[in-house]
């Protein structure tokens, strides 16, 4: 079940024409998205494929799916980016943006100290000019789909 008049259940209504950087990956429960408006390549958001806005209200499939993805989706970042680790967040408290959603952010080596931690959502406000284009996002969507459909079948 979806709501209108949520950005998240409006892109999922639209899943069949969805680009790249929408739909990094996506089973029945869970879709990975690349964020817009960020300085980082390889944020990604994971979406519950359903209308949500708690965590508290994950079915069992949903929440068992979770911790899933996001060790997958980690391991996909590490081995595409080179990142030292991911932050995993979740907040759904934006205008808009209620639905449940898992921050997947890549820290890299080289992040700034005052960008660390929670302070790496101050590069989701930056300039336009310093963030990823939709062309680079659909990119590294291809480049992440990939890694994780070669480790998929290796394991």
């Not at 892109?11 to 990975?32: G, I, K, M």
């Not at 996001?70 to 080179?82: D, I, K």
């Amino acid at each position: 079940m979806t709501t209108p008049d949520c950005y998240t259940c409006g892109r999922e209504a639209e899943f069949d024409d969805l680009p790249p950087r929408e739909c990094v990956v996506h089973d029945r429960l869970w879709r990975v998205a690349h964020v817009f408006g960020s300085a980082v390549p390889g944020w990604l958001v994971l979406l519950p494929r359903r209308h949500v806005t708690a965590v508290h209200d994950l079915t069992d499939a949903e929440a068992s799916a979770l911790g899933v993805w996001q060790v997958r989706l980690s391991q996909a970042l590490r081995g595409v980016t080179g990142c030292a680790k991911t932050y995993v967040v979740q907040f759904a408290e934006a205008e808009g943006f209620a639905h449940v959603h898992f921050h997947i952010v890549p820290r890299m080596t080289d992040l700034r100290p005052e960008h660390r931690g929670p302070g790496v959502f101050e590069l989701l406000r930056g300039p336009e000019q310093e963030r990823v284009t939709a062309e680079q996002a659909d990119h590294l969507a291809l480049s992440l789909r990939a890694h994780l459909h070669t480790h998929r079948n290796a394991q």
